[in-house]
T-cell receptor
Framework: EPEVTQTPSHQVTQMGQEVILRCVPISNHLYFYWYRQILGQKVEFLVSFYNNEISEKSEIFDDQFSVERPDGSNFTLKIRSTKLEDSAMYFC?????????????????FGQGTRLTVV | GNSVTQMEGPVTLSEEAFLTINCTYTATGYPSLFWYVQYPGEGLQLLLKATKADDKGSNKGFEATYRKETTSFHLEKGSVQVSDSAVYFCALKTGNFNKFYFGSGTKLNVKP
């Protein structure tokens, strides 16, 4: 069964360092997402990506964050200068798409997450 | 705005007990509703969904009915098993880009 794969499963980084979280979405999917969950809090939307550009981003997704699909298979989240408060579980997801003008549910498939710890 | 509220956990039940996890929502527009489950060490998996009022989503013995009048989507199972131990997330989605709004998750512990 196709699945979304995230690497690494756990990343420890020093405050101020750059970190790149990697995701391999399901191959025929067109929409890609990053979410995060700070320990004990809600899973929060960060960004969605379609057709090689950001389609929507939350207010959390500031200039420290960027996303890229560098080679047609990987989807990365870069945090330029990590802060302690960036420590969280980061989930990548992908979906086939959505019908324009509707809210028809299309299933999003999530990866197992990368736990980022900033020290 | 859009938000989801679900009951605080953890919920601890004995095997074969009845499960209810409450979920209510607020939404602009007409959302689709979802339950996701996260087993230990794994990612979020879609458990069930409903796209319009009065729809019932069901899977693996779990059920939830989209109640527009009470803005609720409570998860139920008649007889839980130890293997159901996991964190359950209620979520809604509106619009075109699969932007989900999740609840905070409810941890379920089922004891033999």
């Amino acid at each position: 069964e196709p699945e979304v794969t995230q690497t690494p499963s756990h990343q420890v980084t020093q405050m101020g360092q750059e970190v790149i979280l990697r995701c391999v979405p399901i191959s025929n999917h067109l929409y890609f997402y990053w979410y995060r969950q700070i320990l004990g809090q809600k899973v929060e939307f960060l960004v969605s990506f379609y057709n090689n550009e950001i389609s929507e981003k939350s207010e959390i997704f500031d200039d420290q964050f960027s996303v890229e699909r560098p080679d047609g298979s990987n989807f990365t989240l870069k945090i330029r200068s990590t802060k302690l408060e960036d420590s969280a579980m980061y989930f990548c997801a992908s979906s086939e798409g959505a019908q324009w003008g509707t809210a028809v549910a299309t299933e999003a498939f999530f990866g197992q997450g990368t736990r980022l710890t900033v020290v | 705005g859009n938000s989801v509220t679900q009951m605080e956990g953890p919920v601890t039940l004995s095997e074969e007990a009845f499960l209810t996890i409450n979920c209510t929502y607020t939404a602009t527009g007409y959302p689709s509703l979802f339950w996701y489950v996260q087993y230990p060490g794994e990612g979020l998996q879609l458990l069930l969904k409903a796209t319009k009022a009065d729809d019932k989503g069901s899977n693996k013995g779990f059920e939830a009915t989209y109640r527009k009048e009470t803005t609720s989507f409570h998860l139920e199972k008649g007889s839980v098993q130890v293997s159901d131990s996991a964190v359950y997330f209620c979520a809604l989605k509106t619009g075109n880009f699969n932007k989900f709004y999740f609840g905070s998750g409810t941890k379920l512990n089922v004891k033999p």
